[in-house]
Every structure is written in C-alpha cells, then in structure tokens.
C-alpha cells in the first residue's frame, strides 16, 4: 500500500460497499454499475445546463455507449470512480457559479 498509485477514495468507497455488500466480483462490478450511471446523469446535468437538453441527451449516450466507458465500467479499478468524482464537481463548479444561485451558510 506504500507504492499505491490509485486514488485512496476507490478503496474508501470499495472498503465500505464491501463492508455492505460483501467481498466479490460482481458486488465490486455492481458499485463500478451504479458510478457509471451517476457519471452519465452528471454528465447529461452538466451538459443540459450549459448547453441544452438535446445536446445533454446525445452527449449522455455517446459517453453510455463508449467502448473505453463500458470497459472500464466493467473492470473494478479507479477509473469509474475517477470520472464519477470529476464530473460530479464539474457539474458542482458549473452549478455554483450561476448567478441565481445562493449558497449562504446558515
């Protein structure tokens, strides 16, 4: 683990769903499913926001079709968590820096 070159939030998120779900392949491959879906909706927000609703459609299925998305989707390593993380806070930054949203701390 000293020479471990992956994000420590795949085996944060990998230890807890294991700890849930239990330790196997298709359990690991069901959380990488379910980060693929977030990545796509994320992406389909980001885009429809920015852009439009049409364009957010086909760039959510081009990515969902994606040979390099669907194998990496299927292998239980960092990349889907990655993409996951990095189109969640694309789409946080894009959100936040509207000017009719508000984020005040109460």
């Known amino acids: 683990a000293r020479y471990d070159v992956h994000p420590p939030l795949t085996s944060w998120i990998l230890n807890l769903w294991s700890r849930v779900f239990g330790v196997s392949l298709h359990a690991g491959r069901a959380l990488m499913t379910l980060l693929s879906l977030a990545t796509i909706w994320f992406l389909y927000a980001l885009v429809a926001e920015a852009v439009d609703e049409e ?3 086909w760039t959510a299925l081009l990515y969902a079709l994606s040979p390099v998305a669907i194998q990496t989707q299927a292998e239980v390593r960092h990349y889907t968590v990655v993409a996951a993380a990095v189109t ?3 789409w946080a930054v894009h959100y936040c820096s ?3 949203v508000r ?3 109460r």
């Open 103 to 105: 984020l005040t701390a």
């Open 55 to 57: 364009t957010a459609g």
């Open 98 to 100: 509207d000017p009719e």
């Open 88 to 90: 969640l806070f694309t």
